[in-house]
């Protein structure tokens, strides 16, 4: 079932998933999606267990540069022009980055 773009706003809200829904001329899949301030431990198990993708954080060209963090290519020759940056993770309170308490940093 298809939500309405006011349900969807006030899940991201109430810190649950929604999955927003790219056109079928483009990938033709679903992203899980959740508020960043409301992401746990057990909402990064489920990205990765049940997603089974990438985990990402969508983050400003302004706020990239703050961060000096780079695009992954600098010349994207790929279909959609994604534009993925380097991997990240958190400077402090991390361990290793795998594990999903340090994801969830």
Not at 27 to 48: H, S
Not at 66 to 77: C, E, F, K, R, S
């Amino acid at each position: 079932m298809l939500a309405r773009i006011e349900e969807a706003i006030e899940d991201i809200k109430q810190g649950r998933f929604v999955v927003i829904v790219d056109d079928e001329n483009r990938e033709n899949e679903g992203d899980l999606a959740i508020a960043a301030e409301k992401v746990t431990p057990d909402a990064i198990n489920f990205m990765a267990k049940e997603g089974r993708g990438l985990i990402c954080l969508p983050m400003t060209g302004e706020r990239l540069d703050q961060l000096a963090i780079p695009l992954m290519v600098q010349d994207n020759t790929s279909k959609n022009c994604t534009a993925f940056t380097i991997s990240i993770e958190a400077k402090r309170g991390v361990s290793t980055g795998i594990s999903a308490e340090d994801r969830a940093t």
